[in-house]
């Protein structure tokens, strides 16, 4: 018999920058980057996006629903060397911790270096930026 168990992975993939054709100009290898997400105990107000410093949206959180409160989320980004915003929103504009839940977030390099942190703020987003080199 197979005794063998199956562990959900709750990580979405997450749509990717395009990266310049090498007839444009040199193609810059992209930096990765891990955004974890600990949800509160109402999910579905939350969202995110990460803003490169052009303007442009390059990646964005998947929706989360309510089967999701309390479990941590996993994302993996692919990102151009630039420096970044990390947009956090909450639409009952009470953060992601901590009366309803200890959520939190937190942005790390593939080496383990923190980023961005935070969880607790008032307000509809929080914004925290970053460079990559």
Do not use: H
């Amino acid at each position: 018999t197979d005794n063998s168990t199956t562990v959900p992975i709750t990580s979405r993939p997450t749509e990717q920058p395009t990266l310049i054709s090498s007839t444009q100009a040199p193609v810059q290898s992209c930096i990765e980057i891990v955004v974890a997400i600990t949800l509160d105990d109402y999910p579905a107000d939350t969202s995110w996006n990460v803003v490169n410093s052009a303007g442009e949206v390059v990646a964005e959180s998947p929706t989360y629903d309510e089967s999701m409160a309390g479990s941590t989320e996993i994302e993996s980004l692919c990102l151009l060397a630039d420096s970044y915003s990390f947009d956090i929103y909450d639409d009952y504009e009470d953060g992601i911790c901590c009366k309803w839940g200890n959520g939190n977030y937190t942005l790390t390099s593939v080496d383990g270096d923190i980023l961005v942190t935070g969880g607790e703020w008032l307000g509809p987003i929080e914004t925290k930026t970053f460079q990559l080199p």
